[in-house]
């Protein structure tokens, strides 16, 4: 009797993931990984709307599966799930919900910021060429580069059509970074600004009109989709999700695109993006690097930001505080939010908010269209 539940108990732990998870120590790195990013979600509240999704999607595929039962197998709710990244259908959707929650107002007001949300997209091609020495191919540089437009929808649509091995790593690099915005800015502003540049007050921004919040999408979309075509997917959602929130005429779709879906497709991109990164394809040397350079295009286009800044500053005598330049960057509204506090604390009386938010929201059109370039040249 004994014998038999001994043989018993053995054919159970012989045929479950028990066996395997012990086997295979990769897996428990993995997963060790994943609880150190709930951590960071749930304790630290880092990007916790996405970071805990991806953390849990990690978690649940490192643990092995017999007879092809995995959940990322074909057919598996993952699996079925990740046609939306796959496909390119989740990133857009949540550029739309971007859409609907963004005032262009500011950047209506000073178009000038166009220029700022465009310089800090070079960071964005500084890494490109970083890579491509560090030996990467052209499609997995060009991922890797997007990092630095601190978009993590964009960064995961363009890995997705041009290297899907790299999804999960260069998935959690983007988000990663977003979330240390306020930790990694404000160093490199301080370093190439000045007290006196940092103190500069920023006068009034005149009152955008509904007329010209309307017309604004309609306009942007067609200039970009002419110049650049295959940003019209990117593009083309953003600007009509911002359309039908100016419009004013259909308040309870805004409500739902901007939130409801929003959620619900970040929770569906999170988990199926987290569950790509498997032990064979994340504990790679490949990904340290992929780590390293996320950072590097990161900093390099709040360095452009600023020095863009610094110019405007120069050429209009002091009118323009340098460090909203650092805003450039597409993570709306953190980077508006971190210049906005630098300030305050330059000066009290120093509000920068609204002004940061032009050269933000510019870079989200920025990081779009830089997606798009990159797309149309490897794609």
Do not use: W
């Not at 007879?67 to 057919?75: A, F, K, P, Q």
């Not at 800090?120 to 499609?139: D, R, S």
């Amino acid at each position: 009797m004994s014998i038999n539940f001994l043989e018993m108990m053995y054919d159970l732990y012989d045929n479950s993931g028990i066996k395997l998870l012990m086997n295979n120590p990769k897996n428990l790195i993995m997963i060790a990984i994943s609880l150190i990013f709930m951590y960071l979600a749930i304790f630290k509240k880092y990007e916790p709307y996405l970071l805990l999704p991806i953390a849990f999607g990690m978690f649940i595929v490192n643990f092995p599966f017999v007879r092809g039962e995995g959940i990322m197998d074909e057919g598996g709710l993952l699996y079925n799930l990740y046609k939306g990244v796959k496909f390119g259908i989740f990133p857009p959707l949540i550029f739309m919900s971007i859409g609907a929650s963004i005032d262009f107002g500011p950047l209506i007001a000073n178009p000038k910021n166009f220029l700022l949300g465009a310089a800090a997209q070079i960071g964005i091609f500084v890494a490109f060429l970083i890579a491509i020495f560090l030996g990467f191919n052209a499609l997995e540089a060009a991922s890797i580069g997007i990092i630095g437009g601190a978009d993590g929808p964009t960064a995961i649509y363009l890995t997705s059509k041009l290297a899907p091995h790299q999804l999960g790593s260069i998935a959690i690099a983007a988000y990663s970074y977003m979330a240390l915005i306020p930790v990694i800015q404000p160093p490199v502003i301080k370093l190439l600004t000045t007290k006196k540049e940092r103190k500069i007050k920023m006068i009034q921004l005149r009152e955008v009109s509904q007329r010209e919040k309307i017309i604004f999408p309609i306009v942007v979309a067609s200039l970009t989709i002419l110049i650049i075509p295959s940003s019209a997917t990117l593009i083309g959602m953003l600007m009509f999700g911002n359309l039908i929130k100016e419009s004013g005429v259909v308040p309870q779709i805004v409500e739902n695109v901007k939130n409801a879906l929003l959620f619900i497709v970040t929770v569906f991109i999170g988990l199926t993006v987290g569950a790509t990164a498997t032990a064979e394809s994340f504990l790679q040397l490949a990904t340290i690097k992929i780590i390293i350079l996320g950072l590097v295009a990161f900093i390099f286009g709040t360095v452009f930001g600023v020095l863009f800044g610094k110019l405007m500053c120069v050429l209009t005598r002091g009118k323009v505080n340098p460090m909203i330049g650092a805003a450039g960057v597409s993570a709306v509204p953190m980077a508006a939010r971190v210049v906005h506090k630098m300030g305050l604390e330059e000066d009290s009386s120093n509000f920068l908010l609204m002004h940061a938010m032009g050269p933000n929201v510019s870079g989200v059109i920025g990081s779009a269209v830089a997606a798009g370039i990159l797309l149309s040249i490897f794609g």
